[in-house]
């Protein structure tokens, strides 16, 4: 909880005066509950509100007509707020404790997205003003980063070049933890496989078809002998999206859906080249042909120690969120629907503090846990961080053990106890900001820091020449 005894930052006094805003906002989004590409309110919605404030605002960045860059100030440094917005297709739920979804298989916000694109808002806007009344120089930016959900967004965006003139990048997630991270996370490949044979009469004249199907399962054959020669931290993992249409004709379209995940970019490129292989050999034996469809690529997250620190720093002086009783009655609730067991093999698996185990909502400003790691899912954030040095803040805005993309929480981010979350990460987040503009020093420190993690490997786009964003569809990550 936060320490009244101290004298609080500029910075904090200035979210708490943009609290009621910031708060409608982020409900306003998770009412709207809208997939990746597909946020054209709630894209607009944060436009609005940034244009009154007083920021300049391009919008289809990417070539995503929800895709914006608001931008407010003059010369360097430039400092860059990432926000998020994209729901989960088949999570809707109401605010509450137990499973009531507002629209049966409708959309909602189960990664706490509409609590992250507010909270970094807040934070830009917050920094803004601090800038205004004392006549500082220097660039805020909040990008409206659409599709995360399906490693769209910000990927397209950094191929644009959106992000290259910026001096750092700042971001936050709903968690259960309230932490900094300092660990990575899986680049990743995903792309659907179409094989292209001949339709016969399955049962009459076989021998004169070549089926579509066969090349597909070959495939997957394939891959699963492929999985034995691969580093034992990469993962391949498919779904055949299309079979065949009745099992009496001979398949002439088939397709599989595939993901490749690796620590690093250059291990998911040479397994995506493996992988080609597979597919080329498998069409071989099948007489078949194929094409492929690219729908995404990431690059792992590239932490910098120098930014964590001074965001964790500012998180303990914010302290973690200081909930109502009420709040808090709501979090024990929802933390009975969940598995207890589920919530100490996470903690185990973290090297949590034993202070941890015995929480509902994590009360305490939690030291990185996760340096050396990898988390096993992916985020495009991975590409900003290896164009600028990038940290991302950790909040709680649900119990700890939830699991991710569940209806427990699409309830918290819906509920006071994540909004409550959200205005704290707003803090920590514009503090951060703050002092990259006040202490050349610690950015320069930042960006050396930058320069010898990332060495020769320079960010080049993982998007093949000429893709153009998957618009109408999406996919989970």
Known sequence: MEDKSRSRDPLEILVDGLAGDLWDLALEI????????????????????????????????????????AEWGKGRPIIGFLGEYDAL???????????????EG???????????????????????????????????????????????????????????????????????????????????????FNFHGKTAHAAGDPHNGR?????????????????????PDARIHYVITDGGGQPNVVPARAQVWYYVRAPRRRQVEEIYARLLDVAKGAALMTGTTFDVEFLAG????????????????????????DWTTEELEFARRVSETIDQGQKSEMLRNMNAPKELYDQIMNTTVVDPLDKGKVMPGSTDVGDVSWIVPTVQV?????????????WQIV???????????????????????????????????????????????RYKSPLPDGLKPPLGQFNRH
């Open 30 to 69: 998770w009412r709207f509950a809208e997939v990746g590409l597909k946020e054209e309110k709630s894209a607009k919605a944060q436009i609005s509100y940034l244009s009154r404030k007083g920021f300049s605002v391009t919008i289809g960045t990417g070539g995503m007509p929800t895709a914006f860059v």
């Open 89 to 103: 297709a088949g999570l809707s739920q109401d605010a509450v404790a137990e499973r009531r979804p507002l629209a």
């Open 106 to 192: 409708a959309p909602g916000h189960g990664c706490g997205h509409n609590l992250l694109g507010v909270g970094a808002l807040g934070a830009a806007l917050a920094l803004k003003t601090f800038m205004e009344e004392r006549r500082m120089g220097g660039t805020i930016r909040y990008y409206g980063c659409p599709a995360e959900e399906t490693l769209v967004g910000k990927v397209f965006m950094a191929r644009e070049g959106v992000f290259n003139d910026l001096d750092a990048a700042i971001t936050w997630h709903p968690g259960c933890i309230n932490t900094v991270q300092l660990g990575s996370s899986n680049g990743l490949n995903s792309a659907r």
């Open 211 to 231: 089926s579509a199907l066969d090349a597909v399962e070959l495939m997957n054959i394939g891959a699963n002998y492929l999985r034995e020669h691969i580093i």
């Open 298 to 321: 990431c690059y792992d997250v590239l932490p910098n120690e120098t930014l964590t620190f001074l965001a964790l720093d500012n998180f303990k002086k914010v302290g973690a969120p």
């Open 394 to 406: 950790s909040v709680a805005t649900w119990p700890i053990g939830t699991p991710g993309h569940s």
């Open 411 to 457: 309830a918290c981010s819906g509920h006071a106890l994540g909004l409550r979350g959200m205005l704290v990460a707003a803090k920590v987040m514009a503090m951060t900001g703050k002092d990259l503009l006040e202490n050349s020093s610690v950015l320069e420190k930042a960006k050396k820091e930058f320069s010898e993690r990332v060495g020769d490997e």
